[in-house]
């Protein structure tokens, strides 16, 4: 689990072959596997109650499934009430299709030591996605580039205390929008050894991604195996646009994950309460995560959630707020009941800035990420500006934040060696553990030191220049950039991708907008 | 709960007799009902095998009550084994003792309407406790005066979101150490209408500021009713100074409630793993603890904890770390266990600056406290620089955060009205929630507004000066500071505590240190 455990890929094709077959083994996976409960916030009754709200919006309400002509016959095949566009369900349904999605299973990355399970007690930290500017305390916000997109998947990959490449870590508005997933993906793999993310944006985007993936893994391996995920988005309130639908498929199609996210702004999308929000939010994703198994029972899929609260005063969307993070402690609940491995929060918040707010709200709702019993946090690092910026600075302090919380999960371990009752033999009423044996043999590793924190005495820390976290978290990612050296990369792998994103490039005009 | 529910104090004995009789009642007190349920991180068998491994402590080891003869007579008394100063207890012998100690108690203030229940599932938010110094953005660090003690406790009585006065908020260092107290428990009683703490650094002190409360409350209702808490630290490793255990049988005499700490810094105090530190901290505690019920069969008493981590690199201690954060978990599994109110964690950091780390440190301790299942939060706001400053823009912050967690407490409703569905029924697929009756009926009350964050869109933050959050609470304290006025104090009473602060200052020379 260690970044010192991880073994740096070796080229070759037959080498990497063994690995992959090792990676069929779900043990030793990196990723957390976590020690700490999950807060059962809401008891059984209120969770029926939002259950058979959920039914009954699924069944009286139903939800429309635009411009996908197959996903309305994947359907009606299945029993559903099809009028036009709109879609009802019987209550009980989807909770039966539902049932042939994993409960867990295994992202395989490049190196298969970074290959991750998700689902059951894991937990994966992958970075914040979707963000159209960058932020640095150098240069202020501007619209993201290839290059931010590129810097982000190295500082990732230089993290030890993240599991997972992500997506769209931030949009590299310097390439067309109807190219830039070529690029994306290419970085993912080139610059990372972990598993990634390919694009949804529209279903030959999708299809793209898991090409680039076969490539890389060999297609029978992607057919048999998870290699890429795919994040799409419900149109809430109660709306699955074809664009999401087409893509979703196309992963579910490959046997490979769809993360299904509603995105609720409550007042706007969804319920100003917490409780409507979650229903609604259960019967979107349902449904969504019902598709994927229409198109290929078996495929895997994460049941995903986001709640969002809002700005009375300026109606405008807000994050890191309490209200999410509890509300996210109901849906963890409600997805271990639907047996479906859960992306839920992550780490938010609407300020400017890598400051005392930034941290204060990306702390509280990345703890709502761990406590509500996620398995794949999105956004575990980089986001500020409500979402629309990935700051380098916030970035590296998020990934110490992970750090953190890689120790916390370990929860507290209870044996001879740790309850230490010889030490207390040993040193008595009023004496020092200091020099003691349990302490020679233990202090090494009983404290994790933080990377971005000072714990310097004030005057040490004052003569050394003063320095705020986001200056000394400025100082980290600048280094690391630097030092960075990509993993290992099979030419004749690497070749290969660079091949089909120059003749996928090719193909058709630049798109803009 | 809401700080707009609250009556302000009326002058007048009969008035105030009134109120303290309608403050006997249980009902409507301020503080928070938690219903998110504590996290329960250890099975019965570990913990199990703490609470044996401090009772292994107990009767092999001992703890030594250092220069306080009526404490080791009342042991004597109670069959512990007495040799010199150090007494050790057969297992199960503390346990017994302690069962005469409340579950819960009310804690009264001079407005009955601020009174808190403390234990079960209620959660008090007080201030940061014992810092020598002071910090600001304008003036930097320096050490405490009896002015910053005026301040921050009109800073706390002026948040709708602390529930309780605190004790040594700062240390006023231009005070005499033997008679800061007085000012002290003066400024809680005059400037703020909650709870608040008294002295505990030496017998008389203590005594001092019994006999205040008595002042302000009448000699009977003190002897019946729990009004000022005392927090006493052992000398840990296994070692209780005669100085607390004086004050803490002066307050159990009194019927008041001490709140009983240890301080391991693990490595120094006890061992460097945290099984160890919760076992010698359960050891240590439960003999303060059991010593109170000796005192006064009955009196109210917090079982208190403090875990603290260290840094490698310098040996200094290290705060709002992941070890402490998951130990809380289990001290509070223990305490409930014993059936004793729990004081637990705090807001914590080792960061100078109210920045990004101070912020996802004292997040990532507070919600430990929150999710420990303490019940009286000391340090819930203030602190900067490993305990040693007070800071006014964190104590602002920290406030906020409070709030924060105010809204996280109350956990998620799930009624007809929460679930809306006539919402969907309303708004349907595609549509939107914003005009619709649930929205307007919903959303004033939905969302809890930041007292210290910025939600602007980033244009309007730019325009309005790109402040940080530290920058803006250092308005905020100013304006509250500015805009403060004391709760109504009968004159008569005022006139009488000044007359004891007077009387008292007189006696003895002044002591410096």
């Not at 689902?119 to 996605?129: K, L, R, S, T």
């Not at 240069?139 to 599991?163: C, I, M």
């Not at 690029?183 to 898991?210: C, K, Y």
């Not at 946090?377 to 910026?389: M, R």
């Amino acid at each position: 689990m260690e970044a010192s455990a991880r073994r740096k890929g070796q080229g070759g094709r037959q080498a990497r072959q063994a690995r992959r077959a090792e990676a069929g083994a779900p043990a030793g996976r990196p990723g957390i596997r976590r020690a700490v409960p999950p807060i059962e916030l809401l008891d059984e009754e209120s969770l029926l109650r939002i259950e058979r709200a959920a039914d009954r919006i699924l069944a009286e309400v139903g939800i429309e499934f635009r411009d996908d002509p197959a996903a309305l016959a994947l359907w009606r095949r299945a029993g559903a009430r099809v009028e036009g566009a709109l879609v009802r369900f019987e209550p009980g349904m989807l909770r039966e299709i539902l049932s042939s999605a994993p409960r867990a299973f295994v992202q395989h990355a490049r190196n298969p030591a970074n290959s991750v399970r998700i689902g059951a007690d894991q937990v994966v930290f992958a970075p914040a996605y979707g963000s159209p500017f960058v932020m640095d305390l150098d240069r202020g916000r501007r619209y993201g580039t290839l290059e931010d997109f590129q810097n982000f998947v190295k500082l990732a990959q230089s993290s030890p205390w993240l599991h997972h490449s992500g997506g769209t870590i931030c949009e590299p508005t310097d390439i067309p929008v109807n190219k830039r997933h070529l690029d994306m993906v290419l970085a993912h793999i080139r610059l990372s050894d972990r598993p990634f993310m390919g694009s949804v944006t529209a279903e030959d985007r999708a299809e793209d991604s898991i090409e680039m993936a076969r490539i890389l893994f060999g297609a029978d391996f992607v057919d048999a195996n998870c290699v890429i995920l795919g994040n799409v988005n419900v149109n809430s309130p109660l709306v699955w646009d074809g664009t999401m639908t087409r893509a979703l498929r196309a992963y579910a199609r490959a046997n490979q994950a769809a993360v299904v996210v509603p995105f609720i702004l409550g007042g706007a999308m969804g319920p100003v309460t917490t409780a409507g929000a979650v229903a609604q939010a259960l019967a979107e994703t349902m449904a969504g995560c019902a598709l994927t198994q229409l198109e290929r029972p078996g495929a895997p899929v994460i049941f995903g959630n986001f709640l969002s609260s809002m700005s009375l005063r300026s109606g405008s969307p807000t994050f890191g707020t309490p209200e999410p993070a509890v509300g996210s402690l109901a849906v963890g609940q409600l997805a271990r009941r639907l047996g479906l491995p859960l992306r839920c929060a992550g780490n938010f918040t609407t300020s400017k800035l890598p400051d005392a707010q930034a941290m204060a709200e990306g702390a509280m709702s990345m703890l709502s990420a761990i406590h509500c019993g996620a398995n794949f946090v999105l956004h575990s690092a980089g986001f500020l500006d409500g979402l629309l910026s990935m700051s380098y600075e916030k970035f590296v302090l998020d990934c110490d934040l992970c750090g953190a919380l890689h120790t916390y999960l370990q929860g507290v371990r209870v044996d001879e060696a740790t309850l230490a009752l010889d030490a207390f033999a040993e040193v008595g009423p009023g004496g020092h553990f200091f020099g003691c044996a349990h302490t020679l043999a233990h202090y090494e590793t009983a404290f994790r030191p933080s990377e971005t924190g000072d714990d310097d005495p004030y005057e040490t820390w004052l003569e050394a220049g003063a320095e705020d976290a986001a200056t000394r978290a400025n100082r980290i990612w600048k280094r690391r950039l630097a030092e960075f050296e990509p993993p290992p990369l099979d030419p004749a792998i690497d070749e290969a991708l660079a091949d089909f994103v120059a003749r996928r490039k090719a193909q058709g005009p630049d798109m803009w907008h």
